[in-house]
């Protein structure tokens, strides 16, 4: 499935396309995303979508990430289901600007979180493979390509540190383990062996340095983005 990830990205480079140029933000819970998302407030060409959170702690007054978290077992699938139904309609929502800026994905969805949770035991068997034929039928049926991804790489200490210092209710019991597996689940996708996949692009951030250095390397990183024809 990983293998075919590069394949779902080329395929719809067709004349088929029918999406701005998408650009994905990865990177362990607490990474910095939200930070890194804002700096590319002042560019016009550049539509931001954030990641519904607020959505998943208030549907019809359910904060299903809350009872994901309190027991997973139980809620696991039912949260996972509506983050791939929330995640297809971001994918998708029409942008008026020339580049799309997303937080997260269908794919870090289905890559790290579900595989975790699978991995886990949080998921049983026919749960996992139900997420996973929705998974592909969308991939098979859908635009849903991406042409960059920046992955914030952070040490899961460091991710665990922020998180902490934001203090989201519902993600008082993560713990560093459950985030070094998140994290290893990214590396696997991102940069098997070490290596950033090339297809589509991977740009790999430090991001362990503080809001200060971080602002240079977003400067940095801003025209190969922004001035992509320049
Ligand atoms: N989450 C999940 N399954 C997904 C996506 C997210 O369980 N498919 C959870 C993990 C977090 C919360 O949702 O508890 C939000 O996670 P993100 O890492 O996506 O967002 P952050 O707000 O942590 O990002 P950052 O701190 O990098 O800005």
Redesign the pocket.
């Known amino acids: 499935l990983l293998r075919s990830f590069s394949q779902i990205c080329r395929r719809d480079m067709s004349s088929l396309r029918s999406r701005p140029y998408t650009v994905v933000v990865e990177?362990?819970?607490?990474?910095?995303?939200?930070?890194?998302m804002d700096h590319f407030k002042q560019y016009e060409d550049v539509a931001l979508f954030s990641?519904p959170?607020d959505k998943?702690t208030n549907v019809e007054s359910h904060n299903l990430?809350g009872i994901?978290?309190k027991d997973p077992k139980k809620w696991a699938m039912t949260?996972?289901s509506y983050?791939q139904l929330t995640?297809v309609n971001m994918h998708k929502q029409r942008c008026p600007e020339p580049i799309k800026m997303m937080?997260?994905s269908l794919y870090?969805?289905r890559f790290?979180?579900?595989e975790n949770l699978y991995e886990n035991g949080y998921l049983d068997g026919p749960e996992y493979v139900v997420l996973d034929e929705w998974f592909k039928w969308i991939c098979s049926n859908l635009d849903i390509g991406v042409d960059m991804i920046v992955y914030?790489r952070t040490h899961p200490e460091v991710a665990l540190e922020?998180?902490k210092l934001?203090g989201?209710e519902?993600?008082s019991c993560?713990s560093l383990s459950y985030l070094r597996q998140l994290h290893n689940l990214h590396e696997k996708w991102l940069c098997p062996g070490g290596v950033p996949i090339t297809s589509p692009p991977v740009y790999v951030v430090d991001a362990n340095r503080s809001f200060s250095e971080m602002e240079k390397e977003m400067k940095r990183i801003s025209p190969l983005i922004c001035n992509r024809n320049n």
């Open positions: 990177g362990n819970i607490g990474s910095g995303k939200t930070t890194f990641e959170v998943w990430l994901m978290y949260f996972q983050v995640m937080e997260r870090s969805a790290c979180f579900v914030l922020r998180m934001r989201r519902e993600e993560v």
